[in-house]
């Protein structure tokens, strides 16, 4: 079990630039979640897969933001036309079955220039 | 709907002494609460959790909590702060049904004073 591994770890960007970040699970979590940290702040929901299929989405997630997990193992993340408000940590968590427990990953955080 | 407050931003005690950190819930539901430590540019690791059954439930590093439904609270304590425990909380509510999403406090940082 190597737990969850997030890439890259940080990400400085210019405003207006695309950005992707990749999440990878433990092994046969079938759960994952996005959440982003600002400073000061505690995490907030963004989006959850069961498998491959994307299940809920905030409404902090707006037309700029996609993801995706097309196998149903790791999951990417992508911010279009990145603004100065999107700087933050970007965190994922997976989850097993009915086991009750998120387990998170390091977070990428992200400077927009 | 779920909610959590947690009480102070900031928290300071000296090592040795107690730690008490609190957290009050909304929940619709019956909640899953949870506390969770971050250190400066990391991830979250859960500290404990309660679901079901016993209230008062252990975790790692000596820090129990406490669900209080009538109270509707989940407060951390931990009875000797050490200079390692210097971090930020955060106390988190999901469902136990549905997505379990979850939703975090604002967080509250110990700071241990020598």
């Known amino acids: 079990d190597t737990g969850v591994s997030q890439n890259p770890r940080h990400k400085i960007t210019k405003r207006g630039q695309n950005v992707t970040f990749r999440c990878d699970p433990i092994?046969?979590?079938?759960?994952l979640y996005w959440y982003r940290q600002t400073l000061g702040q505690g995490p907030e929901f963004l989006t959850y897969?069961?498998?491959?299929?994307?299940?809920?989405k905030s409404r902090l997630l707006s037309d700029r933001f996609s993801a995706e997990r097309p196998k149903g193992s790791f999951s990417t993340l992508e911010i279009q036309r990145t603004e100065q408000g999107d700087s933050a940590m970007y965190l994922c968590?997976?989850?097993?079955?009915?086991?009750?427990?998120?387990?998170f990953g390091p977070g990428t955080r992200l400077l927009v220039l | 709907a779920q909610s959590v407050t947690q009480l102070g931003s900031h928290v300071s005690v000296s090592e040795g002494a107690l730690v008490l950190l609190r957290c009050n819930y909304s929940s619709s539901v019956p909640p899953y609460l949870f506390w969770y430590v971050q250190y400066p540019n990391q991830g979250l690791q859960l500290l404990l959790k309660y679901t079901t059954g016993a209230t008062l439930v252990k975790g790692i590093n000596g820090f129990e909590a406490e669900f209080k439904k009538s109270e509707t609270s989940f407060h951390l304590t931990k009875p000797s702060a050490h200079m390692s425990d210097a971090a930020e909380y955060f106390c988190?509510?999901?469902?136990?049904?549905?997505?379990?999403?979850?939703?975090f406090g604002t967080g509250t940082k110990l700071q241990v004073i020598p």
């Open positions: 968590a997976s989850r097993g079955g009915l086991a009750e427990t998120q387990y």
């Open positions: 988190a509510v999901s469902s136990s049904g549905g997505y379990q999403k979850v939703t």
């Open positions: 092994s046969e979590h079938n759960r």
């Open positions: 897969f069961q498998n491959e299929a994307q299940l809920e």
